[in-house]
């Protein structure tokens, strides 16, 4: 049944399954031309494959931890204290667990940047 909100036609759709049935089977690129094929992640890139960095998990050494507070929180949020940063990483869409991570630090504690609250994420989480 079709219903009109495809962006390509039927015909379309099935040449592209049977272009990307290779790939799938093989688990590796089969095009003889090596410029087609994606350029591999580098070793700086974020890990974006694996969901959202959150102190605790296996994934979450400090650097991880502070390059997701800095991509999320920027500059302009700090100095601050946790009350503050939950609400700026809540408006912002960070992943719950990070939010719920930072709501715990103690309250009276003032962060001056994303590094010394990821010192304090990663410590807290030990």
Known sequence: MQRGSDRLSVHRDEEMKHELQGLLRSG???RSE????PEPSAEDDPQIWGGPVVPGSSRASLA????????????GSFPAGPGELSVALRRRNAPD????AVR???????YANAAA??????ASSR
Do not use: M, N
């Not at 090596?34 to 094929?37: I, P």
């Not at 667990?97 to 719920?100: E, G, I």
């Open 28 to 30: 590796h690129p089969t």
């Open 34 to 37: 090596e410029w087609h094929d």
């Open 64 to 75: 991880a931890v502070r390059q997701e507070l800095g991509r999320t929180l920027g500059r």
């Open 97 to 100: 667990a990070l939010v719920d």
């Open 104 to 110: 715990r630090l103690p309250h009276k504690e003032r």
């Open 117 to 122: 609250l990821a010192e304090a994420l990663v």
